[in-house]
């Protein structure tokens, strides 16, 4: 599967995806996920910033609103009509431009900061999406991004649970078997099945890379690995959404943090 049938399954995916996520019930982003990437990002304020694979541009108008000067870029352009919109309801200077990770249609330099959250795992070529965020990075400027975490997210998976109910393990299997744009149909399960009766599943395509796959790939890009992280919810995300307490006992999500060298740290 290339970029662009990945493109058109996400376009297919934005209005359900919009709708449920506004409405709250993508719970896992909201109580755990982006609070979390946003503790870890440094101070980004009159930065330049790129939000790579953006979608309906909930976490890019974050960005904004701590003070960087955000363009928000997504191959999906239903997805960019309610970024639109929403750049219209409330204007942050935010642009948005439609296009494709894999050839990003900035000059080289252009950025202080890219972030990409939760969509570098559902682009296909990996590599030269990475080489092109160098390139796109001015020098010193920042890679953060945020995957599902690749030692759980494998191709086999089940919730273990003890005599009460309660998640105590994950059963896995197929770690080191590459995905290249299997789909996979799901939806957020938290949603009512009043309002998920409206739309079909989401069709997912995954490409999946071990642990080692891609923090090589990131050095062999450039980059100098400085933040790594791994969410789990504390006491305040479990009052707020009981429902992600079994990010507590397997981790969900991994959060990277690269640097472009400098012109003065190359030797």
Same mark, same amino acid.
């Given at each position: 599967?290339?970029?662009?049938e990945t493109g058109r399954l996400w ?53 904004? %609103?701590?003070? $960087? ?7 999906? !352009?239903? &997805? *960019? #009509? ?45 590599? %030269?999406?990475? $080489? ?7 020098? !010193?400027? &920042? *890679? #953060? ?113 690269v640097r472009k060298p400098d012109v003065?740290?190359?030797?």
């Amino acid at each position: 599967m290339d970029h662009l049938e990945t493109g058109r399954l996400w376009n297919e995916n934005a209005e359900a995806w919009t709708v449920m996520a506004r409405a709250g019930y993508d719970i896992y982003r909201d109580c755990l996920n982006t609070p979390a990437f946003m503790a870890m990002l440094p101070e980004i304020e009159g930065l330049r910033g790129l939000d790579l694979g953006c979608g309906e541009g909930h976490n890019t108008r974050l960005l904004a %609103r701590r003070g $960087a000067v955000m363009t928000g870029l997504d191959i999906a !352009g239903r &997805f *960019l #009509q309610y970024a639109h919109e929403a750049e219209l309801a409330e204007p942050l200077g935010v642009r948005y431009i439609q296009g494709s990770g894999l050839t990003l249609p900035f000059p080289a330099g252009a950025f202080d900061f890219i972030t990409a959250f939760m969509s570098l795992m559902d682009m296909p070529a990996t590599p %030269r999406v990475f $080489a092109e965020i160098y390139r796109a990075l001015k020098p !010193g400027g &920042f *890679l #953060q991004f945020s995957i599902t975490h690749p030692c759980s997210d494998t191709p086999i998976r089940r919730k273990v649970k003890d005599d009460r109910g309660q998640d105590v393990a994950l059963e896995l299997g197929g770690y080191f078997h590459r995905l290249e744009g299997q789909v996979e149909a799901w939806t957020f399960g938290s949603a009512p099945q009043e309002l998920r009766s409206r739309f079909d599943p989401f069709h997912v395509p995954r490409y999946t890379h071990t642990l080692s796959d891609w923090l090589n790939l990131l050095v062999e890009t450039g980059f100098v690995i400085e933040r790594v992280g791994e969410p789990r919810p504390d006491e305040a995300a479990l009052k707020r959404c009981p429902q992600v307490a079994d990010a507590g006992v397997w981790p969900y999500f991994l959060h990277v943090r690269v640097r472009k060298p400098d012109v003065g740290d190359c030797h």
